[in-house]
């Protein structure tokens, strides 16, 4: 069964309760230096949820209550990402799942007319720096359908280029960035509604 949604808050060794099959992924990133991402973060933002796993969801970059955490999808996107997968769960669909991300670590950035503390897309050299670990996770998670939630996800997984799906054999479904669902109203917007369907019918075909 996936995981359910955990609370924000700092903890102290966020990986203890993941599966045994991503902890070799936190040995090998953890302190990873490869990109300028890796300075300064809270945590290393590797997983969440089972694995292996029916569907696994990937997500562009952990945000400040990620970063505190070391898990991703745990801020209000997240609790977008879970009401989608608990309403099919309540249409009596069963499948496990997990939560990974583009890139690791956050990418922080400063807004220029505020002032303040914000968090930036990743950039292509910082998605491609990665990858391995990206790449590992999926094999490591070797899920049935791969959920790609959000355009900047989209754009650097190249979908719909089918190399994902010829590579891994999988099915890859684009879902909305909850963060983007929020923008236009929420639980109570066409988008919400829209991907949740989405959701249900990629899962139902599984
Ligand atoms: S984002 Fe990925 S490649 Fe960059 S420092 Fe973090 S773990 Fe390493």
Same mark, same amino acid.
């Given at each position: +069964?996936?995981?359910? %949604?955990?609370?924000?808050?700092?903890? $102290?060794?966020?990986?203890?309760?993941?599966?045994?099959?991503?902890?070799?992924?936190?040995?090998?990133?953890?302190?990873c230096?490869?990109?300028?991402?890796?300075q300064?973060?809270?945590n290393?933002?590797?997983?969440?949820?089972? @694995?292996?796993?029916?569907? %696994?969801?990937?997500?562009?970059?952990?945000?400040?209550?990620?970063? +505190?955490?070391? $898990?991703?999808?745990?801020?209000?996107?997240? #609790?977008?990402?879970?009401?989608? !997968?608990?309403?099919?769960?309540d249409?009596?669909?069963?499948?496990?799942?997990?939560?990974?991300?583009?890139? @690791?670590? !956050?990418?922080?950035?400063?807004?220029?007319?505020?002032?303040?503390?914000?968090?930036?897309?990743?950039?292509?050299?910082?998605?491609?720096?990665?990858? $391995?670990? $990206?790449? #590992? #996770?999926? #094999?490591? @998670?070797?899920?049935? %359908?791969?959920?790609?939630?959000?355009?900047?996800?989209?754009?650097?997984?190249? !979908?719909? @280029?089918?190399? +994902?799906?010829?590579?891994?054999?999988?099915?890859?479904?684009?879902?909305?960035?909850?963060?983007?669902?929020?923008?236009?109203?929420?639980?109570?917007?066409?988008?919400?509604?829209?991907?949740?369907?989405?959701?249900?019918?990629?899962?139902?075909?599984?």
């Open positions: +069964m996936g995981s359910s %949604l955990q609370s924000t808050q700092v903890t $102290l060794n966020p990986y203890a309760e993941l599966p045994e099959v991503i902890q070799p992924i936190v040995k090998a990133w953890k302190g230096q490869d990109c300028s991402l890796g300064g973060v809270c290393y933002v590797f997983y969440r949820g089972s @694995a292996p796993c029916d569907v %696994l969801f990937i997500g562009e970059a952990p945000g400040y209550d990620e970063d +505190m955490c070391g $898990l991703p999808f745990v801020g209000k996107s997240g #609790t977008i990402l879970e009401s989608w !997968i608990q309403l099919v769960k249409e009596g669909l069963k499948f496990t799942y997990g939560v990974t991300n583009v890139v @690791a670590c !956050i990418p922080k950035a400063i807004n220029e007319e505020t002032g303040k503390k914000t968090v930036r897309a990743p950039s292509k050299e910082e998605a491609d720096a990665c990858k $391995l670990r $990206l790449l #590992t #996770t999926i #094999t490591r @998670a070797s899920p049935r %359908l791969i959920c790609v939630v959000g355009k900047t996800a989209k754009k650097y997984l190249r !979908i719909p @280029a089918r190399g +994902m799906e010829k590579e891994y054999n999988t099915p890859v479904l684009e879902l909305q960035h909850p963060a983007y669902v929020l923008r236009k109203g929420g639980r109570n917007s066409l988008e919400y509604k829209r991907n949740f369907l989405y959701l249900k019918e990629a899962i139902e075909n599984l």
